[in-house]
């Protein structure tokens, strides 16, 4: 079965730093869009942040431009989400997700529902003292 697997999840403190990985199984990431998204219990699930597969530009939501950076290690077929200065409200379950049959955009991958694309089972992400 084709789809994303998310990993690096954990307790981390306020303030602290913490990278989750993206890597696919059955399928390679090519030049695919991949974004990051988080869903609080209680909240919708937000897009946080996106990563070209072809020039890599990249995309932030307000609530994590500065703090966060996605990157994407071809080599290693994975995308990243490096996490700095956490703060509480960042406590959620993150997934990364890509559409293979749809536009290689990240304006396209960030409007993805749960039901279409690729994604991943989720990594849970706490941040409390």
């Known amino acids: 079965q084709e789809k994303l697997v998310e990993s690096g999840g954990g307790l981390v403190q306020p303030g602290g730093s913490l990278r989750l990985s993206c890597a696919p199984s059955?399928?390679?990431?090519?030049?695919?869009?991949i974004g990051w998204f988080r869903q609080a219990p209680g909240k919708e699930r937000e897009a946080l942040a996106c990563?070209?597969?072809?020039?890599?530009?990249?995309y932030y939501t307000d609530s994590v431009k500065g703090r966060f950076t996605i990157s994407r290690d071809d080599d290693k077929d994975t995308v990243y989400l490096q996490m700095t200065n956490v703060k509480a409200e960042d406590t959620a379950i993150y997934y990364c997700?890509?559409?293979?049959?749809?536009?290689?955009?990240?304006?396209?991958?960030?409007?993805?529902?749960?039901?279409?694309?690729?994604w991943g089972q989720g990594t849970q992400v706490t941040v409390s003292s």
């Open positions: 997700a890509t559409d293979r049959f749809g536009p290689r955009s990240c304006d396209y991958v960030l409007q993805l529902s749960p039901d279409s694309g690729s």
């Open positions: 059955g399928f390679t990431l090519d030049y695919y869009a």
């Open positions: 990563i070209s597969g072809t020039d890599g530009s990249t």
